[in-house]
């Protein structure tokens, strides 16, 4: 084919590919079959191939084709990506409604704009004249990791805008919500279980992992899609209302929401929130509420933005799903510290976007306490990310042929005695070779809070263990490529890469590897807290309980456990193994200069905006603070939030200084 029509033929397939992924992955009505899209598709990739000087960026077949990244590059945001307010029930969001009438000094309804909300991952997409130049996560609301690559595998991204009707404006940040549908989360875990993969947790989780994947070309084997509802920065277009956008945006080719819906005043918010609960479980993808924004664009100005969140919209949560179902059999399963934990194996059932078929009972009083037996019918409760629970039995479905739960005298894994000391609630297995003790310390040791082990899943470690391949820790330093072959559902990309993954754990920070030993009742914050405070592994080994007990936080239950545990013979050869296969732990340095809040006490209460709860606790103790749950005569200072409750009154009464979030970041700043 001459040049000048292979320029020509090339243009017009751009243009009916595009034209086609909108009809298939944006509007879900496509013209033509898959068949004669992939011979479009052919045509065009092969003459790139033939000219390659006619390859552009937007071309649909560069959608993937980058080069894995080494490090995600930051992009800032041009205004703001603030996260929203929730409110949790009627009187919350008449409430909502209330401040906003106040504020706009009317007695008039306000005309408000609601949308399903998504249970996905918030993204900001750039356009310049039409073309798509860059993408990137909400991040911490100012700066986000730059996923452009990632964006462009969506094949509901649109890499040029349409502009048939509505001319695109020459700048375009337009917001979405990568998410997976339900049905597509369910295939891609079914495939991950065929090949040994681990299961996501959620399609939340999957959507997350999936967009920050280094390398694109994994990114684009998942199927992710995404929505759009909002902009940022707008140039050359001027809009009075946020209704006007939401019609632009299809028109541009962007994906929206088929239920959104314009409403006259809260009490119409309130039909189209009952209406969306009702459809919940129906909807394609997870769905966890509504968001309400006030749609005029001039009254928004005028209500202007929190720190954290803006005053005109607000998320309005459902409550968490609850589904019936029957307690087949209770099972003792046994942890890393030889702990007994009653777990309910139950008829599988649907819960939050999740099939759950096991849920823990805690332990055996918790089980009386709520006269939990086998067999009986029960209501599981899972709220947003947490474990299944079962939050109460049904008593009047019993048909008198349920059995209480009987704790084990012996094991269920080695048949050991099982014992419970005086004053315990748990049952122990006190056999330290047990095999589900040490599958269990594998897990943990493994896991992304201590060594990062990626990769190393459940199955795989039972496999291991089972087949004498690691007898503790060390053993995996031990292992090659080749001894991972013996496992089920192993290939050698996944063998090389969990051979590299375990080679990578051996630098390890001090209050990592502290925390991957599995010292009973150290967890991540002690751990951090330890390292802080004895600097690396030869201090904390020779320390006596006396000087533990003058570490803040530390009583005698903590230290009894620290000092057992650096007592212990066994405990002592693992980490001298350890340290021999390799592991160089960066010790952690005294902090030189006064901290700000060296030995006050800080209390947190409301809503955060720039961080999470846990972030913020960890520059508290960062700063030399500690953090209480409640405040006092000994509270030194208090960071209050929207929506902060009784502690603000409790510390304004007593006069403890108030800081808002704003000063709290101002303080971390400057050190």
């Known amino acids: 084919m001459e040049h000048k029509y292979a320029i020509k033929r090339v243009a017009e397939l751009r ?30 990739k092969n003459l790139e191939s033939q000219f390659p000087e006619l390859v552009t960026v937007d071309s649909p077949t560069q959608r993937v084709g980058a080069e894995p990244l080494k490090e995600f590059k930051q992009i800032r945001h041009r205004f703001l990506m603030l996260s929203l307010d929730n409110v949790f029930n009627e009187e919350e969001a008449r409430s909502f409604d ?15 704009v609601c949308e399903p909300k998504f249970d996905g991952v918030a993204v900001e997409l750039i356009y310049e004249n039409g073309n798509f130049i860059a993408g990137a996560t909400r991040g911490d609301g100012r700066t986000g990791e730059n996923v452009t690559s990632n964006l462009k595998t969506i094949k509901s991204v649109p890499l040029v805008l349409f502009s048939k009707k509505i001319k695109p404006p020459p700048l375009l940040e337009v917001r979405g919500e990568v ?70 945006l299809p028109a541009w080719g962007f994906k929206t929401n088929n239920l959104n819906r314009l409403c006259s005043g809260i009490n119409d ?16 993808y997870e769905c966890d509420g509504i968001v309400v924004k006030v749609n005029h664009l001039g009254s928004r100005r005028t209500l202007g ?24 059999q209770i099972e003792a399963q046994v942890g890393r510290t030889g702990t007994l934990t009653p777990v309910a194996i139950l008829e599988p059932v649907h819960v939050s976007g999740v099939t759950v078929s096991r ?21 599981v409760q899972r709220a947003g990310d947490v474990i299944p629970e079962v939050t109460k039995s049904i008593v009047e479905k019993r048909t008198g042929m349920e059995t209480k739960f009987i704790m084990p005298e012996k094991c269920p894994s080695c048949d050991s005695k099982v014992v419970r000391k005086d004053g315990e609630v748990a049952y122990r297995c006190i056999n330290a070779s047990c095999h589900a003790q040490l599958k ?4 943990h040791y493994s896991s992304r809070s201590a060594m990062n082990i990626d990769g190393l899943g459940e199955k795989f470690i039972d496999q291991m263990v089972e087949r004498g391949l690691v007898k503790d820790m060390s053993d995996l330093y031990n292992l090659k490529p080749e001894d991972f072959f013996h496992l089920e559902r192993m290939g050698t990309k996944l063998a090389e890469n969990l051979f590299n993954a375990i080679k990578k754990s051996k630098e390890i920070t001090f209050d990592r590897f502290l925390f991957g030993l599995g010292i009973r009742h150290v ?50 050869k693992l980490i001298e193994k350890l340290l021999k296969k390799g592991i160089k732990i960066k010790s952690i340095e005294k902090t030189k200069g006064e901290l700000p809040l060296k030995g006050k006490s800080v209390v947190f209460t409301g809503k955060l905006g720039s961080m999470t709860r846990g972030k913020a606790k960890e520059l508290v103790e960062g700063l030399g603070g500690k953090i209480s749950g409640s405040v006092s005569v000994k509270t030194d200072l208090v960071i209050a939030g929207p929506d902060a409750g009784s502690k603000l009154q409790k510390a304004q009464q007593l006069g403890v200084n108030v800081i808002d979030e704003e000063e709290f970041l101002r303080i971390t700043k400057t050190q």
Request: net charge negative.
């Open 15 to 44: 243009d009916l590919i595009n034209y086609h992924n909108h009809r298939y992955y944006v509007i879900d009505s496509p013209e033509i079959p898959d068949e004669e899209y992939d011979r479009l598709f052919r045509e065009l």
């Open 359 to 379: 849920a823990t009972l805690h332990n055996m009083d918790e089980i009386e306490r709520k006269d939990v037996r086998i067999g009986d019918y029960v209501i």
């Open 179 to 248: 998410i997976i549908l339900k049905k597509n989360f369910e295939k891609l875990n079914t495939d991950r279980e065929r090949t040994g993969e681990p299961l996501f947790a959620n399609p939340r989780n999957a959507a997350a992992g999936s967009l920050r994947q280094l390398d694109p070309k994994i990114t684009s084997s998942r199927p992710l899609d995404i929505f759009f509802y909002e902009t940022g920065a707008i140039e050359g277009l001027e809009l009075k209302t946020h209704w006007e956008l939401l019609e632009c």
């Open 440 to 443: 269990e310390r594998i897990r």
């Open 523 to 572: 967890g991540e914050h002690l751990a951090k807290l330890l390292a802080k405070e004895f600097h690396n592994l030869e201090n904390i080994i020779k320390t006596p309980k006396e000087n533990l007990l003058k570490v803040r936080e530390i009583g005698e239950e903590i230290a009894d456990s620290i000092t057992e545990f650096f007592s212990n013979r066994d405990n002592l």
């Open 305 to 328: 933005e929190l720190s954290h969140s803006p005053r005109w919209a607000v998320a309005f949560k459902f409550p968490p799903q609850q589904a019936v179902t029957k307690i087949i």
């Open 98 to 112: 209330a401040r906003i009438k106040k504020l706009l000094k009317t007695t008039e309804d306000i005309e408000y």
């Open 269 to 284: 918010v309130m039909g189209y929130y009952i209406n969306i609960l009702k459809k919940r479980n129906e909807m394609p």
